[in-house]
């Protein structure tokens, strides 16, 4: 088991984060990778290669970032992928990703943003969004001192899309750019009903910290939603009236923006009521006019952990652009 007692423990005996520490040598970290269904020598890799963990945390953007790579040998991989969790969100809860990513033979890495997971600040609070953009900065620069696997891709789910996008954004002009393939799974430009959340935002924010967090049927999947509810310890109770506001300042930087020209790939499903996905996929459009996008017809929002047929047709997708 892994508890809620056992996260500070955790926290203080992270490594520092260099791709190479064995994960399996900290005891702490064991017990968090079989909790999450995450331990290295229960995960698949192509030709029959053993999957090789490393995990720790390093400093960026005012605060101690959690990471943790999976790579496997012998053999080489096809590249890097770099997965954006969504809000309330973090990366223990991407292993069936994870798990498709490695049986295509790339290595991933998973970390948690500012805020969520093992990560240091206040639970699901931010300043601003650039702050996730900033701590993506650093990671990818770590991971360039350690020669990660290249090509290196982007996958960002709803908040993690959006810093893809922000991070798209701001290298835009570039022409060699370090991230090749940036796919986005149902991206956050803004939420569902956003004009009342909005409002509500506008009459609490100087009154409250948040307001308690409405657990939503984001999935077909009863197990995963009753994992989110229930069991896991890493789950923030509250929405973050900073949050909100970070949100705000992010909607209008994106909309102010120039047009990119960065051909992003973007999978929406269709039954998504926690984004306003309609208003964000045109959005992404008039931004990113060279994206494509695709739908799943009556998928949630939370795609990485949808059920199992709505998963393969994810795959399907992502296939497409990983040899497009």
């Known amino acids: 088991m892994f508890t809620a007692s056992d996260i500070d423990q955790l926290r203080e005996s992270l490594p520092e984060c260099d791709f190479a520490a064995d994960a399996l040598a900290v005891p702490a970290l064991l017990s968090y990778l079989k909790f999450y269904n995450l331990d290295p020598r229960q995960l698949p890799a192509p030709s029959g290669a053993q999957v090789r963990c490393s995990a720790g945390s390093f400093d960026a953007a005012g605060f101690r970032i959690f990471c943790q790579s999976f790579t496997f040998s012998p053999g080489t991989c096809r590249g890097t992928v770099f997965v954006l969790h969504g809000y309330y969100d973090h ?183 926690t984004v306003d996905w309609r208003y964000n996929l045109q959005a992404i459009a008039r931004k990113f006019p060279l994206a494509h996008i695709d739908t799943i017809s009556e998928a949630r929002h939370h795609l990485v952990n949808e059920s199992q047929s709505y998963r393969e047709s994810l795959y399907e997708l992502l296939d497409r652009v990983f040899q497009y």
């Open 91 to 273: 990366g223990g809860l991407y292993g069936k990703l994870l798990r498709y990513l490695l049986l295509k033979g790339y290595a991933v890495v998973l970390f948690d943003l500012p805020g969520h997971g093992l990560s240091s600040g206040d639970r699901g609070a931010i300043t601003s969004f650039t702050q996730y953009t900033d701590v993506l900065e650093a990671l990818l620069t770590r991971a360039e001192s350690a020669a990660l696997p290249a090509p290196w891709h982007l996958v960002g789910q709803s908040t993690g899309a959006a810093v893809a996008m922000d991070y798209c954004l701001r290298h835009c002009a570039e022409t060699a750019p370090r991230v090749d393939k940036v796919a986005l799974l149902a991206p956050l430009v803004r939420p569902h009903q956003w004009w009342r959340g909005s409002l509500l935002h506008s009459l609490l924010k100087h009154a409250v910290e948040g307001i308690p967090r409405n657990f939503v049927d984001n999935s077909h999947d009863a197990e995963f939603l009753h994992f989110l509810r229930r069991e896991d310890p890493l789950q923030s109770r509250q929405l973050s009236a900073r949050w909100v506001s970070a949100l705000k300042q992010w909607l209008t930087r994106f909309e102010a923006a120039p047009v990119c020209a960065k051909a992003l790939f973007v999978v929406q499903g269709t039954g998504d009521t």
